[in-house]
């Protein structure tokens, strides 16, 4: 437990008071003290949006699978034509792409609410 100052009278009061005892005006919080909500609120941040794209690189993926499937049948019966050639390499990439980039932001989300529950 450590002792902080009262913003208003100057009061030496615990840092887990809600308010000052003294003039009764509500403790602010240093600096410090806010940092670790916000760790919080930022590996929140980076898990909702990894797990977005994560959901968006499956939309891409499934959609992918069942055109590749056309795809190929295609290139076996005449061979693929290079705008068919240059979507088969969207729908092959892209998805993998996004996953690796949604698992990226997760992890460093992870991370932050690890240190954030750390502080
Ligand atoms: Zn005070």
Same mark, same amino acid.
């Given at each position: 437990m450590a002792l902080i100052k009262c913003s208003e009278c100057g009061t030496d009061i615990?840092? +887990?008071?809600?308010?000052?005892? +003294?003039?009764?005006c509500p403790l602010h919080k240093t600096e410090e003290n806010q940092e670790p909500g916000k760790g919080k609120k930022r590996g929140k941040t980076f898990l909702i949006s990894g797990g977005i794209l994560f959901f968006v690189s499956m939309v891409i993926g499934l959609a992918g699978v069942s055109t590749q499937v056309g795809l190929n049948a295609k290139r076996l019966s005449r061979g693929l034509s290079g705008a068919e050639t240059l979507e088969w390499m969207f729908l092959r990439y892209v998805p993998e792409f996004f996953l690796w980039v949604s698992i990226i932001l997760v992890i460093i989300g992870i991370v932050l609410l690890v240190t954030a529950r750390k502080k």
């Open positions: 615990s840092d +887990k008071a809600v308010s000052c005892p +003294k003039c009764g």
